[in-house]
Nanobody, 126 residues
Framework: QVQLVESGGGLVQAGDSLRLSCAAS????????MGWFRQPPGKEREFVAA????????YYADSVKGRFTISRDNAKNTVYLQMNSLKPEDTAVYYC???????????????????WGQGTQVTVSS
């Protein structure tokens, strides 16, 4: 059973940066894909970014492209989301997700993912 624990959320001002971490435990293999999603207040959970555990392809939502970077440290079993130039509309609960994945592309939909973390709150004030 894969377990994911997010950390690094907090309250920041617009223009600031944050780095979220997702520590994975359990049978994470090189064929897994890792993603970040977020759920703004009163809205649906939405895709943010994804990467294959073995490296290679990444994919970002248009709303975060150029500001957010997803990366992973296989030795630490950890995936990161570096968030720069934060905006108030980035306010949300951020979730880490994982799934076995065998395609060259990366999964971008909630239903693609089998495992989820508990979420970490990010609040950006104007």
């Amino acid at each position: 059973q894969v377990q994911l624990v997010e950390s690094g959320g907090g309250l920041v001002q617009a223009g600031d940066s944050l780095r979220l971490s997702c520590a994975a435990s359990g049978p994470i293999f090189s064929n897994y894909a890792m993603g970040w999603f977020r759920q703004p207040p009163g809205k649906e959970r939405e895709f943010v970014a994804a990467v294959r555990w073995s490296g290679g392809n990444t994919y970002y939502a248009d709303s975060v492209k150029g500001r957010f970077t997803i990366s992973r440290d296989n030795a630490k079993n950890t995936v990161y989301l570096q968030m720069n130039s934060l905006k108030p509309e980035d306010t949300a609960v951020y979730y880490c997700a994982a799934t076995p994945w065998y395609s060259e592309n990366v999964p971008r939909y909630k239903y693609n993912y089998n495992y989820w973390g508990q979420g970490t709150q990010v609040t950006v004030s104007s």
